[in-house]
Structures are given as structure tokens and as C-alpha cells.
């Protein structure tokens, strides 16, 4: 069963909610001069990423910038920039965007359930990102950020505790840049929901591989200490596998030196079109200098979940025989590109000669996801993408 608890959650000032919330650590952008597009003076950023905000100077080592997120988490704290509930609690966490809506728990899990396989991943981690993150949580006394979990659809669960419409007046709510609503309810009867929650046999990481693995290795550390037990859980928002928006990962190849079209009309039946993408399970549109064409990828006949990936085919049967770019390791000339910008931004990038095609890809399905899942098996790197993305800086967990 899955150990979800309540935490005695930290969240900001409501007239500086817009100015605080940030996107996670791993998906900020610079806008085209450079520069962040936020708050610079109230952004979470400055907890989770300091050294963005503030950037580097002579003499600073890397440990420097973890104490200073954990220096500015306090700034925040004293402040009164964020206050703290009164009590441990559980949240309803909703994001609304114009064509979609999602509502899940926002509690915490306990770390046992990732080390027992309970919590089941889809990707792989890089070591140094997992180190960066550890030593910040260790730093900082604090998980900053929640992670995205996926939960099987539960009838019960989905009806009685997790409304797509709750009621009552949330409070948090607030629209970002991308013109999506976060609002966050608090859970009167949490007891309900942590018994029900016995029930849920695994739950999936939809988005924060790299926080969760880093969660566990600092709960590792710390247990060596003696040093309390709150450190034992880490906070995450858990949507109901129905309700997750999943969108794909784009593929932008920088080589410009290869004939792309030639390739495409001797090895594939292709069809030009003038219009903007719109892209089939089992189809691929390609943007190269010439414009756009669409081609159906050739079938397999493997029963293994991975080989049966529109991402996986796209490698086997175009990239890797063109450009020699494989599913299997990173290349120089291949940038995954995703984002509801994705393809104007590649479109662009082609179109000023600074890459020679780019892939749009249908997202796998949910089915095709959890079936990858629970297979133990590994997707191809960034072959998911789910939107709209949780916002750091709206409950905080503190240990």
C-alpha cells in the first residue's frame, strides 16, 4: 500500500502568490535578451535556484549557492513572506488551462514506498542532478518542491476525494504566464483520504525523477543522524492516471549538413503540406527547409512495450540509419524540444539555418505509458511531457 501523510505545510503571503510562484528547478526559461522572466526580488527561484537569480561570484563554490537557497528559504520565512498552517494537513492541488483540467492530492509519501519498488519510475537519473538536488534538501532542511505522481484510476477514491470541481473558495489560486489557474483547497477530513489511500498498490512518477530519488538519498543520510523522522517524507501531487494531460517530447536535429528531403523521398512514402502539423498516433510531420512533410512510421511486430513507441520507431527506422542518432545515447547533433511553443521555436531554429529538420511526435498514451511502466522497463529519454507543470513555491515541507 502506499504511505500517503499530512504536513504541516508552509505556504506564501496571498498578495505576493503571483510573484513567488515559479516553475520547477529543471523547466526555467530565459526570455530571447537573456533574461529571467520573473519577480527577481520575490521568485521561489531564489530558493530553488539561486544562482539564477543571483548568479555566481569570485571565490564561490558550489556549496556556497545551496547556502544561500537555504539562506533566502529563511529571508522568505522571517519576513513573513510565507506563512505556515496551523496544523498538519492534506490539499486538493487543481491546474485549469483554456482545453483542460486536472485535480489531484497534495500530500506527502513516504520514502519507504520508492525504496520498496511501490513508487514505479519510467526514466532514468543523472547522477549529478540527483546530488545537486540532495545536497539543497539537505542544505535547505526542506523539500521546496512537490513531485508529479500518477495514481491508477480508483472509483471510489476518484469520487469521493478527488472532485474535478471542488467546492468552496480556495486558498491559493492564481494565473501564470502560460494563462494556467492553480488553486489549492485544504482538505477537512484528511483521515478519510490517508485510509483510502491504503488501498493504492503503486503510484507513478509522472514528472520529478531526479526529487524523488534525491529525497531518498537524503532520508539515507539523515537516518544516519538520529535527527527526527519528518525527513522520512517528501511532498508530491498525485492525479488520477485519467485526468493527466501527456504530451510529447519533439526531436530538433542540428546538423544542416545532411539532404534530409532526399533521404525522406527514397526511404519513405512522404506527403508535403503546406499546413501546420497534425500529427496521428503512428505518424510523424517533419519541418526541413523545404517545408512540411508527413510520413506513417513503419510497423513492428515486437510485443515489447518500448519497441512499440512512436519514439522508438522514429530512431530505428529514420534517425539512426540517416544521422546514426540513437535512442540509446545522447548525440551533440539532437535537442528534445517540448513546451506549447515547441514547434514555432523549431520552426524558427530551421528556418535560420541552425538545424536541418525537426520531428513533431504524437505523445504515447497513458496505456503505453504505465504498460512501459510496469514492464521495469526504461522509455527513451524525454519521450514524455506533462502539462500543465506544478508550480514551486505554493506549500512548502519543512523538516
Same mark, same amino acid.
Given at each position: ?13 496571498l498578495d505576493?502568490?503571483?510573484?513567488i ?6 523547466s526555467v526559461a ?8 520573473? =519577480?527577481?526580488?520575490?521568485?521561489f527561484?531564489?530558493?530553488?535556484r ?80 540527483v ?23 480508483d ?26 489557474y ?24 509522472? =514528472? ?30 498525485i ?23 532526399s533521404?525522406l ?9 503546406l =499546413? ?13 527547409p ?48 517540448g513546451g ?56 512548502v515541507?519543512?523538516?
Amino acid at each position: 500500500m502506499i504511505h500517503l501523510n499530512t504536513f504541516h505545510a508552509w505556504y506564501p503571503s496571498l498578495d505576493l502568490t503571483q510573484r513567488i510562484a515559479a516553475v520547477p528547478y529543471d523547466s526555467v526559461a530565459e526570455t530571447p535578451n537573456g533574461e529571467l522572466d520573473v =519577480d527577481q526580488r520575490y521568485s521561489f527561484l531564489q530558493i530553488t535556484r539561486p544562482e539564477l537569480i543571483d548568479g555566481f561570484h569570485s571565490g564561490e563554490t558550489i556549496r556556497d549557492i545551496y547556502l544561500k537557497g537555504a539562506a533566502n528559504l529563511d529571508h522568505f520565512f522571517s519576513e513573513g513572506l510565507f506563512s505556515r498552517d496551523r496544523s498538519d494537513g492534506l490539499f486538493l492541488y487543481q491546474m485549469q488551462s483554456e482545453d483542460h483540467i486536472q485535480t489531484g492530492i497534495f500530500g506527502c509519501i513516504s520514502v519507504k514506498d520508492y525504496e520498496e519498488g511501490r513508487i514505479i519510475p519510467h526514466e532514468h537519473v543523472h547522477e549529478d542532478k540527483v546530488e545537486e538536488r540532495k545536497k539543497h534538501i539537505l542544505t535547505q532542511r526542506a523539500h521546496a518542491e512537490p513531485v508529479m505522481f500518477a495514481m491508477p484510476d480508483d472509483d471510489f477514491i476518484n469520487a469521493n476525494f478527488i472532485p474535478e470541481h471542488p467546492q468552496g473558495t480556495p486558498f491559493i489560486s492564481y494565473q501564470d504566464k502560460e494563462g494556467v489557474y492553480h488553486r489549492i483547497w485544504r482538505v477537512f477530513r484528511p483521515q478519510d483520504i490517508l485510509n483510502a489511500f491504503k488501498s493504492v498498490p503503486a503510484l507513478y512518477i509522472a =514528472d520529478g525523477h531526479h526529487r524523488t530519488e534525491a529525497a531518498a538519498r537524503a532520508a539515507k543520510e539523515l537516518r544516519k543522524q538520529n535527527d527526527g523522522s519528518d525527513f522520512e517524507y517528501f511532498p508530491a501531487v498525485i492525479f488520477p492516471m485519467s485526468r493527466l494531460k501527456l504530451s510529447a517530447y519533439h526531436r530538433l536535429i542540428l546538423r544542416t549538413d545532411y539532404p534530409f528531403d532526399s533521404y525522406l523521398d527514397e526511404h519513405f512514402s512522404v506527403e508535403k503540406s503546406l =499546413d501546420q502539423p497534425d500529427t496521428k498516433a503512428g505518424c510523424v510531420s517533419i519541418y526541413t527547409p523545404s517545408g512540411w512533410k508527413q510520413m506513417r512510421l513503419p510497423e513492428t511486430d515486437s510485443q515489447d512495450p518500448i519497441e512499440q513507441l512512436d519514439v522508438s520507431r522514429l530512431y530505428r527506422y529514420l534517425l539512426e540509419p540517416s544521422v546514426g542518432i540513437s535512442a540509446r545515447q545522447a548525440s551533440p547533433d539532437e535537442r528534445y524540444i517540448g513546451g506549447s511553443d515547441s514547434i514555432s521555436r523549431m520552426i524558427r531554429m530551421v528556418d535560420e539555418k541552425k538545424a536541418g529538420m525537426a520531428v513533431i511526435l504524437h505523445p504515447p498514451s497513458i496505456q503505453q505509458w504505465k504498460a512501459v511502466a510496469d514492464s521495469g522497463a526504461i522509455m527513451p529519454p524525454k519521450s514524455t511531457w506533462f502539462e500543465p507543470k506544478l508550480r514551486s513555491g505554493l506549500l512548502v515541507h519543512t523538516f
